[in-house]
């Protein structure tokens, strides 16, 4: 049985947004990615599942945290729940787990303590800073191979 759990969000500051339909559990499947459509060029709204950008309604609107609450598994295709998520709670992941690098750079307004300032990409990333992060396997490949070059 398929449940739609996002719900859009209109009037934040910052645009567009989507929330948690109803509350879930940590590790809980949030949505799954397979009705999403491979999108020809990356934009600001496709999302890199490893040389190729997806893109669907809502998740589009998946916005960007450095304190995220979701984890999207580009191998199977799911947005997890990180941790308990309330309804009404805006969903975010942080970008660089899928993005390499971006078309569209931005100042993140996250607010978290951890904040890392310009999100652009995992290249612009310290090692460090990645490691915090549950990276999906087309990342860490890049990390890995950018390892001996300089910073
Ligand atoms: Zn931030």
Not at 43 to 69: A, E, K, Q, W
Not at 71 to 77: C, G, I, N
Not at 99 to 112: D, I, K, S, Y
Not at 136 to 144: E, G, M, V
């Amino acid at each position: 049985m398929q449940h739609d759990t996002l719900t859009p969000l209109h009037d934040l500051s910052y645009g567009n947004g989507v929330a948690a339909a109803h509350d879930l559990a940590a590790g809980e499947v949030v949505t799954d990615l397979g009705q999403c459509v491979e999108a020809d060029t990356p934009s600001i709204y496709t999302i890199d599942i490893g040389g190729r950008h997806i893109d669907g309604p809502r998740v589009r609107h998946l916005n960007h945290s450095c304190d995220p609450n979701t984890h999207v598994d580009t191998v199977r295709l799911q947005v997890v729940a990180l941790r308990p998520i309330a309804a009404g709670e805006e969903l975010t992941f942080f970008y660089p787990t899928t993005e390499w690098e971006m078309v569209g750079p931005f100042a993140c307004l996250c607010g978290a303590a951890s904040c890392i300032g310009t999100v652009s990409g995992a290249r612009d990333l310290p090692r460090e800073v990645l490691e915090r992060y549950e990276l999906n396997p087309h990342i860490a490949d890049r990390l890995a191979s950018h390892a001996g070059s300089a910073r």
